[in-house]
């Protein structure tokens, strides 16, 4: 069977124990409590950890390989420049198109006072966190500029400094193109080496992705079943709707008219990636899934997809900018706060900007989001009303996440004259 297919019924099978389980004996309930602590959450946080401690050196391997399989410093400027103007521009779009939905259909004016106090109730000690870290995270902006340079490329991959260690990265790939030839090949081997490595090991994580995409999703259902989705129904169903759009209208085009590619049949041929993302919530955790993809259902050579991909998963937030518009916006207008123009286009601003610095992990983009929400005069604490549908959105969100990576690394592919599917019979 298809890896895609177990990993769909595993998903399916865990949404439909968690729903019921929580409909029957309640998310309180001795057995949920039991198996969310002693099963269900140990192996699906194990089956996070397979894929995340690969993900550091799978990066680090795969961009050095791009580069220096790219060889001509001017090439790799060229292919940089495309690629970050196609991730940077269509996460533009993305908060753009969320703003002005947002705006104009005002889901916020749907949520009664004693639902928000209900939620605020529910979720204020995991509010009060996520200011916390926000308050210690050191802003955004130019601050997020000179971080991307690492004093320590060790440091920030232990610490999780994705953009940290693309820089050293693609530094590192470029000196590499600038020494001797021997020297160079040398270098290339043990790089190569280590690629080859941690894809083993990435193929070994998957064989268990079915069980854990299992237990993950029974987690989130078992404790917050349906219950939270009716009074936020116009939210989640803005969000959701906006996401389906980005994906169904502004991909699609790009598909059609960049890649030369049926959008349909490009769908199929990536849906491994959606589902894992779907499943983990992590553009990092997908990134080696999106590798394996790209060079053996979309035919895009490693060493363009090893420099793109990678890249993608920090700098290509589509979804999480759409998430983040229609939630500053949302809250804004729950607390009765209303933005001007400019301050419409300094929250577009700053979506992009903490889209692409938000790390790619689960729930990664809350704490930037807090920040943004502060800024506006809308209570830390206000996000609370969101907190209990996030999980769910997380998913969505970063689903389209992965599909713009793939979109642009096809976009970009195509540019170079290195895009070539195999035929599917």
């Not at 998903?11 to 269900?40: K, S």
């Not at 060790?154 to 470029?174: H, Y």
Request: aromatic content about 6%.
């Amino acid at each position: 069977m298809p890896l895609h297919t177990r990993i769909l019924l595993g998903l399916v099978a865990g949404a439909l124990f968690g729903v019921g389980l929580n409909a029957t004996v309640g998310a309180d309930h001795a057995i949920v409590v039991g198996l969310n602590a002693w099963v269900c959450g140990p192996i699906g946080q194990i089956f996070l950890r397979l894929l995340f401690m690969v993900v550091m050196p799978l990066v680090f391997s795969s961009v050095v390989l791009g580069v220096a399989g790219i060889g001509d410093v001017r090439s790799l400027g060229r292919i940089g420049v495309k690629t970050a103007a196609f991730f940077i521009g269509t996460t533009a779009l993305a908060a753009a198109t969320a703003l002005v939905a947002t705006k104009a259909l005002r889901p916020g004016d749907f949520l009664a006072d004693d639902v928000k106090t209900r939620l605020m109730a529910t979720f204020a000690a995991g509010a009060a966190e996520k200011a916390t870290v926000s308050a210690n995270s050191g802003g955004v902006g130019m601050n997020t500029l000179v971080e991307m340079v690492p004093k320590n490329p060790i440091a920030a991959a232990v610490n999780g400094d994705m953009l940290g260690v693309l820089v050293f990265a693609i530094l590192f790939g470029v000196a590499t193109t600038m020494i001797d030839v021997d020297k160079r090949a040398h270098i290339v081997r043990f790089i190569d080496a280590l690629s080859d490595i941690c894809t083993t090991l990435v193929h070994i994580a998957l064989k268990a992705a079915p069980v854990g995409v299992f237990c993950l999703i029974f987690g989130v259902t078992s404790r917050f079943g349906l219950s939270l989705l009716p009074p936020l129904l116009a939210y989640v169903g803005l969000v959701l709707g906006t996401l389906a759009f980005h994906v169904v209208v502004t991909m699609s085009v790009a598909i059609w008219l960049l890649v030369k590619h049926h959008p349909l049949d490009f769908a199929k041929r990536v849906r491994s990636s959606l589902l894992t993302a779907f499943s983990t919530s992590s553009s990092s955790a997908t990134l080696p899934t999106n590798l394996i993809v790209a060079e053996k259902e979309l035919g895009i050579p490693a060493a363009v997809a090893g420099f793109v991909l990678p890249l993608g998963s920090t700098m290509c937030m589509n979804g999480t900018a759409i998430f983040e518009g229609i939630t500053v916006l949302f809250l804004c207008q729950v607390f009765g706060v209303e933005l001007t123009t400019l301050q419409m286009a300094s929250a577009l601003f700053l979506c992009v900007v903490t889209a692409i610095g938000a790390a790619g992990v689960p729930g990664g983009s809350i704490p930037l989001l807090v920040g943004i929400l502060v800024g506006f005069g809308v209570p830390a604490e206000g996000i609370a009303i969101i907190l209990g549908v996030d999980r769910l959105l997380d998913m969505c969100r970063t689903t389209v996440n992965v599909y713009g990576d793939l979109v642009g690394t096809a976009v970009i592919a195509r540019s170079e004259g290195a895009y070539n599917p195999p035929i599917r019979v």
